[in-house]
Antibody, heavy 122, light 106 residues
Framework: QITLKESGPTLVKPTQSLTLTCTFS??????????VGWIRQPPGKPLEWLTL???????RYSPSIRGRVTITTDTSKNQVVLAMTNVNPDDTATYYC??????????????WGQGALVTVSS | DIQMTQSPSSLSASVGDTVTITCRAN??????LNWYQQKPGKAPILLIY???SLQSGVPSRFSGSGSGTDFTLTINGLQPEDFATYYC????????FGQGTKVENK
């Protein structure tokens, strides 16, 4: 059974950095075809994909967030970490991590964490 | 960047209705299109992947079709638990979601 859970601060001040951890179980990030991504959703707004790390440590970033976000993994701890710098109120959102399954060129997020609400405010 | 546009942004329907949601990409994405359902305060759930493949455990009243730039999600016989927001997502080049379609109870 695949599960993911996000953890981190609920309140961050503008210009500070944000670090969120996704702790997962039920799969290994060493398995071919697997990835873990971060998706966020500002209150009342659509989903926005931010970044993803593949089983082979290949990484992808959304152009909208590139330069402010870094994704890393600690496979020994079954964790994926999202680090975001210089946050602003527009970064207020529920942040989800999700398991990515690839089948050839097809890929989809088939398991999601419950989400973590992060508020950026002074 | 690949942009995904859903229509309508919201619709009202009754239990038993057939509901159709459209998603359009601004370039050819072949069949690299997924559909998700999201209820308030909950994480999205994968319904359809590769435009028309039903995810395991998803009721067969959900179906997807389309390729290229135009895609459709159909719910045949809307059930009370289907009132939610639906998102399309392309995976042709990284991942982009549509803006969502909210299905409300008429």
């Amino acid at each position: 059974q695949i599960t993911l859970k996000e953890s981190g601060p609920t309140l961050v001040k503008p210009t500070q950095s944000l670090t969120l951890t996704c702790t997962f179980s039920g799969f290994s990030l060493r398995n071919s075809g697997v990835g873990v991504g971060w998706i966020r959703q500002p209150p009342g707004k659509p989903l926005e994909w931010l970044t993803l790390i593949y089983w082979d440590d290949d990484k992808r970033y959304s152009p909208s967030i590139r330069g402010r976000v870094t994704i890393t993994t600690d496979t020994s701890k079954n964790q994926v970490v999202l680090a975001m710098t210089n946050v602003n109120p527009d970064d207020t959102a529920t942040y989800y991590c999700a398991h990515l399954q690839t089948r050839g060129w097809i890929s989809f997020f088939d398991f999601w964490g419950q989400g973590a609400l992060v508020t950026v405010s002074s | 960047d690949i942009q995904m546009t859903q229509s309508p942004s919201s619709l009202s329907a009754s239990v038993g209705d057939t509901v159709t949601i459209t998603c359009r990409a601004n370039q050819n994405i072949n069949s690299y299109l997924n559909w998700y359902q999201q209820k308030p305060g909950k994480a999205p759930i994968l319904l359809i992947y590769a435009a028309s493949s039903l995810q395991s455990g998803v009721p067969s009243r959900f179906s997807g079709s389309g390729s290229g730039t135009d895609f459709t999600l159909t719910i045949n016989g809307l059930q009370p638990e289907d009132f939610a927001t639906y998102y399309c997502q392309q995976n042709y080049n990284t991942w982009t979601f549509g803006q969502g379609t909210k299905v409300e109870n008429k």
